[in-house]
């Protein structure tokens, strides 16, 4: 495959990989910067690529790739070790009684903004936060899965709007 025509197959599958990139990141930043790193990655690689051989599918490949690799980064990055000898650290107690009060305190702060909420946006919600699929609450409830979705979302939305001062 000549680079002419490998530059304008990367340049098609963009608004696709762009798309898979914001599934997997959530955020549109990192879903362009995934995007972006996906592509150089594919360029510097261009020689390993065989043609007539599914294009997409390589690329989808890198992308997912780069991301599993990211998200490890991030994880081992955040990995406290203990390296005290007695593990000084590992051994603290966890629950202070300030942090516990002021935990508590969030959760009726959160209770009471999810029961303010009209009936028919609190039970999806409440479903939802026990463990119900937002299938099974559509089935449960009788209403478009999209309505359960948007509902649980506009909860989700009112919460963080609510609780922004208790972060």
Do not use: C
Request: proline share 3%.
């Amino acid at each position: 495959m000549n680079s002419i025509s490998f530059q304008k197959d990367l340049v098609s599958v963009q608004e696709e990989l762009l798309r898979f990139a914001y599934k997997l990141t959530a955020d549109r930043e990192e879903a362009n910067d995934l995007l972006q790193e996906t592509a150089l990655k594919a360029l510097d690689n261009e020689d390993k690529y065989t043609p007539d051989t599914n294009f997409k599918g390589w690329m989808y490949t890198i992308m997912r790739n780069i991301f599993i690799n990211n998200y490890r980064k991030v994880v081992r990055d955040q990995t406290f070790v203990d390296h005290t000898d007695n593990l000084y650290h590992l051994n603290l107690p966890r629950d202070t009684a300030y942090e516990s009060t002021e935990r508590s305190y969030d959760l009726k702060e959160m209770h009471r903004v999810v029961n303010s909420l009209p009936r028919e946006y609190r039970l999806p919600f409440s479903m939802h936060v026990s463990g119900f699929k937002y299938r099974e609450i559509a089935e449960r409830l009788g209403v478009p899965l999209g309505t359960v979705k948007s509902r649980i979302f506009f909860t989700r939305q009112k919460l963080q709007k609510e609780l922004k001062d208790f972060r």
